[in-house]
């Protein structure tokens, strides 16, 4: 039955990739209806993986899992070593290249009440974006014990250059200066690892526009943020990926005694 079910799915997947209807052990299937069925069948769910420890709220969330690959290895074990709340969210954006190798009609973006028709396409607000959305928060506030976050760290990939994109929200000059010089000292031990850019002091081509204006980057979600882009160097590579996890660790624990401190 479940080799049945995964030949039906590559086959809608194929009829998908061609822009056609399917016809499949003498039952027709339209595009609306396979949409229907693989979203369904691959369901979409954001989960709290572990709860925040005694001190300050601070989370680390992955809300892009299977599209931004490896978002959630580096999710797991950084929230472990900080024991802070963790929120992941999968398969809300499609066309993954993975789990999801074509569109299903179902490219929401989680981290705020939107939604696409296809990858990169223009966003929109939906009522099924919106409960998305609300679900997440409601997720983070599990995860952190409540709404304000002390400190909120989104985890997101790209693909676009090398170097480690950080939009914030809610930093002075100052703390992203310390914690942008945090990082060039510790990647001074482990060469070849990524560059940061860093807001306010950078100017950024993924600002997080839409999370600061609509999303989780706002101040009733929490009083301060990071949202990181990590680049596909070190995500995609083994070796790469291995020597900067505990790099990203250890930026992060300073990061957290930084912004938010134990009151």
Not at 54 to 80: C, E, K, L, M
Not at 100 to 127: F, L
Not at 163 to 175: F, I, S
Not at 193 to 203: G, Q, S
Request: with cysteine.
């Amino acid at each position: 039955m479940e080799d049945d079910r995964t030949a039906l799915m590559q086959a809608m997947f194929s009829a998908l990739r061609a822009g056609r209807d399917l016809d499949h052990a003498g039952i027709r299937y339209s595009r609306d209806e396979m949409h229907d069925l693989l979203c369904a069948w691959i369901p979409a769910e954001i989960i709290v993986m572990r709860a925040c420890a005694a001190g300050p709220s601070v989370v680390i969330a992955a809300p892009h899992v299977s599209f931004d690959n490896w978002t959630q290895y580096f999710a797991n074990r950084v929230a472990a070593d900080l024991k802070c709340g963790e929120v992941i969210a999968r398969n809300f954006r499609d066309d993954d290249g993975g789990v999801m190798p074509i569109s299903i009609g179902r490219h929401i973006h989680v981290n705020r009440p939107t939604e696409s028709t296809r990858k990169g396409g223009a966003e929109r607000q939906t009522d099924r974006a919106r409960q998305v959305f609300e679900q997440y928060r409601v997720a983070l506030g599990r995860a952190g014990r409540a709404l304000p976050l002390d400190l909120l760290i989104e985890l997101h990939g790209h693909r676009q250059h090398t170097r480690m994109e950080v939009a914030t929200y809610g930093l002075t000059l100052d703390e992203a200066r310390r914690c942008r010089d945090a990082y060039e000292k510790l990647r001074e031990a482990t060469p070849g690892l990524p560059d940061i850019a860093i807001e306010p002091l950078d100017v950024l081509q993924f600002t997080a526009r839409q999370a600061k204006e609509l999303g989780s980057l706002r101040e009733e979600n929490c009083r301060r943020a990071l949202h990181i882009e990590i680049p596909r160097t070190c995500r995609e590579d083994e070796r790469a990926r291995s020597a900067f996890r505990p790099l990203l660790a250890d930026w992060l624990s300073f990061c957290v005694t930084e912004l938010a401190p134990q009151s």
